[in-house]
Each structure stands twice: as C-alpha cells, then as structure tokens.
C-alpha cells in the first residue's frame, strides 16, 4: 500500500524513483545532491515506519509493498530522471546463502522491468562487492546487458542464458536507439575511500542514456589508507583527538613507500574514533537513552578471525546479519584494552546516518535497518555525477552525432594500467566518442576523460592520456604499450 502521497512533487528538481530503498539512507543522500522523489519503495514494515518517521522531505511518497506486486506504470505519472535501487545483497554476499539468481530475494530482474516501464535517463544500483566474483561474473553480464537494451525482455518462462544469447545478438546488429539503450557500467569502490568511517566493499552500477552517456564521469576517490598512515606519522591524528601516539606496525620502508604515493595527498581515511569518540560513553540503562540508541548492550565477546574493530581504523563492515551478526562483528576495542558492542547510535554513525533519525524496533530490528542501509554520502557524491548527465546547460546539452562522425572517432590507443580494483595489470584503450570526447577504458572499468582538443586524431589520443595520467597517476605503471 502507499503509506502517504503527497499532493504534490518538489518540480524544482530533477525526479528519483527509488526501489528497495529501506530506511532512507541513499534517499538522503540523492535529496542533498539535488534531487526530488516521485516514489520511494520499501516492504520491511520497520524500515518503513523508520522511513516515515525520519522522512527528510515532506514531498517524498513512500509505498509499503513488495516491488513484485507494485504497478509503477500506474504509481508515476511523470518522467523519471532517475531509477536508483539498493537491490538486497543477501544472495551474493558472502555472509549469506550466495544462491545469486536462484535466491527468491534476486530483485534485478524487477528493476529492470522498472527502468523498462519508467525509461528514466539514468540508473543507480549498490549491491555487495561479492556480486563482482567470479562465480557470478556470467550473471553480472548479464544483468549489465538487460540494462543496455532493457526493452528486449525475456521472454516467458526463458532461462537467463539464452536471454543473454539474444541481448548479445541484438548488441551485434546495433539494435535500439541511442533514447531507448543505456550505457552501462559497473566499479567495486571500497566506501572508506569515499570518507565513510567502515571497510565496506560495495560495488556501483551506473546506467546512463546513450544519447547522455558521454556526460557520465566516475567520482574520484577523496580518501586513502596512505593519507590515513601519513597522519599518524606526522602525529596530526594523535593530535586531534588529543592522545599519546602510537607505533605503527609497518616497516619504514614500506611506510615510505606509502606516505610518499600519490594516493598520500587525499583525505585521510576516517577511523572509528573520528566517527563516535563525541559521543561518549554508552548509558547503562536502555530505558534511559532508548530514543538515541546510545546504550550498552551485555555479552559481547571476540575471538579468532572476529576480533572486532580497532578505534584507529575504519571500523568492520556494518552488518544487517539474517541471523543475527557473527561474534566479534560490531565490537570495539577500546583504550584500556577491553571490549564491548557497538551502541545502535555508534552503527548508525559509522553509516553515515544522522543523529536525528529514530530508528524503530527492537535493538535487532533496528541494527538489521542499519546494517542495511547505504550511507548517505554516496547517494550525494553519485547523485551530484548524475545530475550532470540530466541537466541541459551549455556544454552538457545533448550532443547528436553521425555515423560519418562515428567512423572518424573510432581509432583508439592501448597502455597498460594498474587496475584500481584488484591491482592487476591490464590492458587498457583510449577511445573517442564523436570525435571529441574521450574514455579510457578496461575490463571491468572506465574513466570518462572528458573533451579533448587536438589537430588530429593521433594528438587527441596522446592528449587523453596526459588528461589519465594527470588524473589518476596511480593507475598508470611506469611503462606503457603504444
């Protein structure tokens, strides 16, 4: 059911529709990039009181239902400038069964019918990093070539594979038009690089409109571990939080190394402490800190491989946990050498989520809301890419292009990078799009450079690649292939 519909939609910005979207976290995020909300859609009825309770925008419309009964061709009425999706990650985490496209909870197949119904200009999916392994890798390529042609669905009672056999063939022959295909790509980001205070591995599944795919550019990371290690050596972090420094367990050697590459210059990453240690000590007394979530919970304990998280590195993963969370997980460690749970207000940090939000139910309920949550940050820095691809000013209106102008831009140039994912060399190319509009591209990534200028193909090309290296020097070994 709809919980409530406003009278009337925020028309002052470019509109989301968001599936799966649990207490509001990537909402948050994308309402403070600029966007307004034509739908939000959620079934847990808890995350959907927490949703209603802590609603940022009294514009947004909030549906209670399961997305596989939901009619959106009635719901939105409007153009959509946006489809983004936290599609549930239990069935390729590796917590959890890993059953992929067997799992009932596989919701991509529904939010490519939306993006079918909707055609909305742009798409934004987050999933676990686990979705990227090798034994899904079939089914990722295949959930990326629905999204590219969403119109071609799958025929009734038609495997997944020969699905992915027509998707292909229809890619061959050039099928679609550059308004009813996408441009889809995909990137594993650990979010601590993003400035949020966990290791959280994450992948990003960014569909763009092929006729405003060339506006599309990946956010680049703003934090590193590097920066991180730098702040301790120089005793600026100890500094800030006003304690004695402490040793760290690296050789100078390869603290050198770190400190002095160019991933050093971002941010620092944040630690648990950065994130909590204003709060304080938790309260003894539930009853007496129950609306800020800030009490001590009994029986945490740590042993092998579950240690919990040390208060001067990004904390462990947040985690919802189907039956509950492995001990050692949202532990912390503390000054003195003890240890104890994390409060629901200390996880709720750590996402990224506010100090203002309420979160309804039972201390499990409200750790599952939590930990299933996408932190805010990364439907603003997304959200802010996006809105590039679907705003009409200057130089980013549409650019329509010929084949003639097609055929000139196809020349490209291959170097040898080092993948930021996984640190494997490959091989990477250089294309131009129209003529002018330059990407570097590999297995399992790409850059948007942007528009270069040149007299000639061959000078667009080395311009490019001065424009990469320039960018992201720490991609690039030292030597290249022509």
Not at 138 to 160: I, T
Request: aromatic share 6%.
């Amino acid at each position: 059911m709809t919980v409530e519909h406003p009278t009337r939609i925020d028309s002052s910005r470019p509109v989301s529709v968001e599936l799966c979207t649990g207490i509001g976290g990537l909402a948050r995020g994308l309402h403070t990039a600029g966007w307004g909300h034509a739908l939000l859609v959620e079934r847990d009825p808890e995350a959907v009181r927490t949703l209603c309770g802590n609603r940022v925008s009294r514009h947004w419309p909030i549906h209670e239902g399961d997305l596989r009964e939901l009619d959106l061709a009635t719901e939105i009425d409007r153009p959509i400038d946006l489809l983004a999706a936290g599609v549930p990650c239990q069935p390729f985490s590796q917590g959890g069964m890993a059953e992929g496209d067997k799992d009932d909870r596989n919701l991509f197949p529904e939010v490519v019918a939306a993006v079918r119904t909707l055609r909305p200009k742009t798409v934004l999916i987050e999933n676990v990093r686990g979705l990227t392994r090798p034994g899904f890798a079939e089914f990722l390529d295949y959930v990326s070539a629905c999204l590219r042609r969403p119109n071609l669905a799958a025929r009734k009672g038609e495997a997944w594979q020969r699905h992915a056999d027509r998707l292909a063939r229809a890619e061959e022959q050039g099928i679609g038009e550059p308004e009813e295909n996408y441009v889809v790509e995909w990137r594993p980001f650990n979010l601590a690089d993003l400035g949020v205070p966990q290791r959280r591995a994450r992948v990003l599944i960014v569909a763009v409109r092929e006729d405003l795919a060339d506006r599309w550019i990946w956010p680049e990371m703003t934090h590193s571990r590097e920066a991180l290690i730098a702040a301790k050596r120089t005793g600026v972090y100890w500094e800030r939080h006003e304690i004695d420094s402490r040793p760290i367990e690296l050789s100078d050697r390869r603290i050198h190394e770190l400190t002095t590459s160019s991933a050093a210059l971002r941010k620092p990453w944040r630690t648990l402490r950065d994130a909590i240690t204003d709060l304080g000590p938790p309260a003894d007394d539930p009853a007496n800190a129950r609306p800020t979530g800030h009490y001590a919970w009994p029986g945490a304990r740590v042993y092998r491989g579950h240690t919990g998280s040390d208060l001067d590195e990004p904390a462990k993963t947040i985690k919802a946990g189907v039956n509950g969370v492995p001990g050692g997980e949202h532990i912390v460690l503390l000054d003195d050498g003890s240890h104890r749970y994390m409060t629901v207000r200390e996880c709720a940090r750590v996402q990224g989520l506010p100090d203002s939000l309420t979160v309804e139910g039972s201390r499990s309920a409200a750790m599952r809301q939590i930990g299933n949550a996408v932190p805010p940050v990364i439907g603003e820095i997304f959200g802010r890419r996006l809105l590039r691809c679907v705003k009409e000013d200057g130089d980013m209106a549409t650019h329509k292009h010929s084949a003639e102008q097609d055929a000139a831009a196809g020349s490209r140039a291959k170097r040898l990078i080092v993948d930021p994912a996984d640190g494997a060399i490959r091989s990477a190319s250089v294309e131009l799009k129209q003529g002018r509009y330059a990407s570097l591209r590999w297995t399992g990534g790409s850059l948007y450079l942007g528009r270069v200028e040149g007299e000639d193909r061959s000078a667009m090309l080395a311009a490019a690649f001065r424009m990469a290296r320039e960018a992201h020097p720490e991609i690039f070994e030292v030597h290249s292939l022509a």
